[in-house]
């Protein structure tokens, strides 16, 4: 599968923003989505999951009540709502995919990724 990440974009403290990643193929609904992100001179950090039919969602405990992943299996895309964003925030965000395991281990397990996308928030 190939993912493509959209949205990015520079926004200020307090603002919100909506990552897109579209897949190709036709077998999306086989595959747990996530999201990552890395910034700077920092290790890529898991941000969110969503299994494969959308029922069962995971957080990072920094995003946690703040940005919300789902997912429309129709249009074979995956998308990360950001709100009340922190210049902590700011990284490249990436889109990973995985049909070997479940949305509870992909912080551990992709085997699919994106290119990424830039947030940066300023303060």
């Known amino acids: 599968v190939q993912l493509v990440e959209s949205g990015g974009g520079l926004v200020q403290a307090g603002d919100s923003l909506r990552l897109s990643c579209a897949a190709s193929g036709r077998t999306f609904s086989r595959y747990a989505m996530g999201w990552f992100r890395q910034a700077p001179g920092k290790e890529r950090e898991f941000v969110a999951a969503?299994?494969?039919?959308?029922?069962?969602?995971y957080y990072a405990d920094s995003v946690k009540g703040r940005f919300t992943i789902s997912r429309d299996n129709a249009k074979n895309t995956v998308y990360l709502q950001m709100n009340s964003l922190k210049p902590e925030d700011t990284a490249a965000y990436y889109c990973?995919?995985?049909?070997?395991?479940?949305?509870?281990?992909?912080?551990?397990?992709?085997?699919?990724w994106g290119q990424g996308t830039q947030v940066t928030v300023s303060s």
């Open positions: 969503v299994s494969n039919l959308g029922v069962r969602t």
């Open positions: 990973a995919a995985t049909d070997r395991y479940s949305a509870s281990e992909i912080a551990r397990h992709c085997d699919y």
